[in-house]
C-alpha cells in the first residue's frame, strides 16, 4: 500500500459513522425520490437542470448512497471520487434550493 493510499482511508474513516450514513442515505433516497416523483417540479424549485446542477445532482446522489450504504471502493481514487465531504454539502444544498425555495 502507498502512503497516499493509507492517507486517504484513514480520512475516510473519521467520517465512518453510522448516524451519518444513515443520514446520508436518507438524503440520497429523499433526493431520488423528489425528482422521480415531479421531475418538472424539482427543476422548477432548483433553478432548472443545468449543465452544472444536473451532473452534481447525479454525482452526489450516486455518491450519498455509495456512502450510506457502507460500500467502501477498494482503490483510492474511487475514494477520492465518491467522497462525501464534497457529496454531501451539494446534495444538501440542492435539497435545500427545492424545500426551501
Known amino acids: 500500500m502507498s502512503n497516499l493510499d493509507l492517507w486517504v482511508k484513514g480520512v475516510h474513516q473519521r467520517m465512518d459513522y453510522g448516524l451519518l450514513r444513515l443520514f446520508s442515505l ?48 477498494r482503490h483510492w481514487y474511487w475514494q477520492v471520487f465518491f467522497t462525501p465531504f464534497v457529496a454531501m454539502p451539494v446534495l444538501t444544498w440542492i ?5 426551501f425555495s
Open 95 to 99: 435539497l435545500w434550493l427545492r424545500l
Open 26 to 73: 436518507a438524503m440520497a433516497l429523499a433526493a431520488t425520490g423528489l425528482v422521480m416523483w415531479d421531475p418538472r417540479l424539482f427543476a422548477q424549485a432548483i433553478g432548472g437542470f443545468g449543465p452544472i446542477i444536473s451532473p452534481a445532482l447525479i454525482w452526489s446522489t450516486c455518491t450519498a448512497m455509495v456512502f450510506g450504504v457502507g460500500f467502501v471502493p
